[in-house]
């Protein structure tokens, strides 16, 4: 049997386990960081940082006592580890078996790495990491010309040809550049390092997304990760037919959730709570998905030429009453200590701006200090005839 729910049914669900907004909060504020990490199941890395950074912003919008300085404990931890998901990323050591069929992939030669491994200056980089312990790319002498891969020197590649492969792991970073250490001197002892079945990896896939998303197809269960499509596929049908998933249909699409999910949605939803996401939000990652379930055409335009550009260079959706409303460009001045809204533009047919800008002036007094800002500027929006009044609501914030 298949159950329906309603896009509105669909959209709370997909926040709650999203855990956006976050729910009030008690105990210790790094606890609270390691468990998002873990129920979202990722935080993807970025180094773009006309605000704060992807991963700390993530973070934040779902544990508001969140500091930046909780990523590097629990690092330090061993509580998560660096490595690829559908782009680098963070994830929780619990996990850490089921990284290694692409370990093994890259390992092996059937998946292949960003460029063609260099085996003789792979194993001397890695000598040297054995002997000498952890280094960073900067160690490693290079006085020729820089190829045009990440326009980075030979023993950059053959460090992250190592760390793709699982030889090296990554227990730190210094200024935002890696440390690399070989893996068995960063994983705890207590690792679980047995390779998964390729049944064994695909209920886990299925399982993590469910329990992140809420619910899921076979291609965004499989997302942007290799040859694993197929055995999703097959793994979906044997636990729907086990009980272990039920189906579900939204809108005349059909999604597999997790039995206890449904239960979810007796849960309140913070809907009057507003939220400034990252672009690279796990929520928003998807486009395709976005635009199904949440009527959000969205595109990251930092990629864009500047002619081209719609809403700006680095515009981020703002999440309001269960839905994305608007997308809002803007850019942290460290040395002026402002923040610089060069365009917040509303989707159509939201009603009620008053309450609209009231939660955003909310949300921006802590988007600020998040942002080590004092004041802010607002320079457009869209329809223009909003301007006015959202400066008005905004004013004791600006410069």
């Keep these: 049997m298949t159950d329906s729910l309603s896009i509105q049914q669909a959209r709370k669900l997909v926040l709650l386990s999203q855990q956006l907004p976050p729910s009030k909060q008690t105990g210790n504020s790094v606890d609270a960081t390691r468990s998002a990490i873990e129920q979202i ?14 991963h700390h912003h993530t973070l934040w919008n779902r544990n508001p ?28 050591m619990r996990d850490y078996r089921f990284s290694l069929p692409r370990k093994q992939a890259f390992k092996s030669g059937k998946q292949k790495h960003f460029y063609q491994p260099d085996k003789r200056l792979m194993k001397q980089v890695l000598q040297r990491i054995t ?19 990440w326009q980075s020197k030979p023993a950059k590649r053959a460090l992250e040809s190592l760390f793709m492969q699982g030889d090296l792991m990554i227990p730190r970073r210094v200024n935002f550049h890696k440390v690399y250490d070989l893996t068995e001197r960063v994983l705890p002892n207590h690792t679980d390092t047995t390779v998964p079945t390729p049944h064994e990896y695909a209920r886990f896939l299925i399982t993590r997304y469910l329990q992140a998303n809420g619910l899921g197809q076979c291609s ?27 189906e579900v249909r939204v809108a005349d ?6 039995p206890d999910s449904i239960e979810q949605l007796s849960k309140p939803l913070l809907r009057s709570k507003l939220k400034i996401l990252s672009p690279f939000d796990n929520l928003l990652i998807q486009r395709k998905r976005m635009q199904k379930l949440f009527d959000f055409d969205y595109l990251i335009e930092c990629y864009v030429p500047a002619a081209k550009r719609k809403y700006g260079y680095f515009s981020l959706p703002i ?81």
């Excluded at 199941?41 to 605000?51: L, M, P, R």
């Excluded at 002997?131 to 891969?149: I, N, Q, V, W």
């Excluded at 699409?253 to 997790?258: C, G, P, S």
């Excluded at 309001?320 to 159509?348: F, Q, Y």
């Design 220 to 246: 965004e269960i499989a997302y942007l990760l290799k040859n694993t499509k197929p055995i999703v596929a097959d793994a979906l049908k044997q636990m729907s037919s086990s009980g272990e998933l039920r």
């Design 253 to 258: 699409e059909l999604y597999y959730t997790l």
């Design 41 to 54: 199941g990722y935080i993807q890395i970025d180094t773009i940082s006309v605000i704060q950074r992807a």
């Design 131 to 149: 002997d000498e312990g952890p280094l960073m790319a900067k160690d490693f002498d290079h006085t020729g010309k820089r190829t045009k891969d």
């Design 65 to 92: 006592r969140y500091q930046a300085d909780q990523l590097d404990q629990l690092l330090a931890d061993r509580s998560v580890y660096e490595y690829w998901s559908h782009a680098a990323a963070y994830l929780p």
């Design 319 to 399: 999440l309001w009453d269960g839905r994305l409303v608007a997308r809002m460009d803007c850019k942290a001045n460290r040395d002026t200590c402002r923040l610089d809204i060069h365009h917040l533009s509303m989707e159509p047919g939201i009603e009620k701006n008053d309450a609209f800008f009231d939660a955003l002036r909310k949300e921006l007094k802590s988007f600020l200090r998040f942002n080590d800002c004092r004041a802010l500027h607002l320079k457009k929006t869209s329809p223009a005839k909003l301007k006015p009044a959202l400066k008005k609501a905004l004013n004791h914030l600006a410069d």
